[in-house]
């Protein structure tokens, strides 16, 4: 059985950090992500990251202050948040695929199989 536990969400005062975590178990992923959604507003792409010469793509709102990486011995992904914003404020999700999705798939949700429950990050000012 596959699963995507998430970790790491809190509250955090604006310039803070976090860390969270995607602990993926049942299956290794090409693929693994980040997205995340505020209340009224659609899901949006965060992150992304391959398996194999591992590269990583950001959305242009976070590029320079998060950082996605991952440890395939422990079938792991992580999001560093840093310079926190109000803005950030949203449920983030992890996603998983065993594709190796191109970089104009891993930015679509739709390309993306499995998923985390979420966890939530708040940005006070």
């Known amino acids: 059985q596959v699963q995507l536990v998430e970790s790491g969400g809190g509250l955090v005062q604006a310039g803070g950090s976090l860390r969270l975590s995607c602990a993926a178990s049942?299956?290794?992923?090409?693929?693994m992500g980040w997205f995340r959604q505020a209340p009224g507003k659609e899901r949006e792409f965060v992150a992304g990251?391959?398996?194999?010469?591992?590269?990583?793509y950001y959305a242009d709102s976070v590029k320079g202050r998060f950082t996605i990486s991952r440890d395939n011995a422990k079938n792991t992904v992580y999001l560093q948040m840093n310079s926190l914003k109000p803005e950030d404020t949203a449920v983030y999700s992890c996603a998983a695929t065993t594709a190796a999705l191109t970089v104009n798939q891993l930015t679509a949700a739709g390309s993306y199989v499995y998923w985390g429950q979420g966890t939530q990050v708040t940005v006070s000012s």
């Open positions: 990251v391959t398996r194999f010469v591992p590269t990583t």
């Open positions: 049942g299956r290794t992923f090409a693929t």
